[in-house]
């Protein structure tokens, strides 16, 4: 079994910033994908982004040049930095471990972007 736990999350005005983390732990194989994924209300759950463990990343297209993902192998933990936030970011941040075509979540936690 693998739990993730992410953190970091909060209230942020427009133009700030937050890092969330997500730490893994179980049965965590050396071949994987992380990735942060998000969900609004009333809206279904998106990627918005994803980073292998060579360390290649995906974006979505709405969060390029804002946020930035990385891993710490060692340490099984990914982060994501998101920087100029808007509002249109609001929502409850989910944390994916896939690894041999089995995914893995976490509980998520919010961020909220308000003045």
């Known amino acids: 079994q693998v739990q993730l736990v992410e953190s970091g999350g909060g209230l942020v005005q427009p133009g700030g910033s937050l890092r969330l983390s997500c730490l893994a732990s179980g049965s965590i194989f050396s071949i994987n994908t992380m990735g942060w994924y998000r969900q609004a209300p009333g809206k279904q759950r998106e990627l918005v982004a994803i980073i292998y463990r060579s360390g290649n990343t995906n974006y979505a297209d709405s969060v390029k040049g804002r946020f930035t993902i990385s891993r710490d192998n060692a340490k099984n933990t990914v982060y994501l930095q998101m920087n100029s936030l808007k509002p249109e970011d609001t929502a409850i941040y989910y944390c994916?471990?896939?690894?041999?075509?089995?995914?893995?979540w976490g509980q998520g936690t919010q961020v909220t972007v308000s003045s």
């Open positions: 994916n471990l896939n690894q041999y075509g089995v995914g893995y």
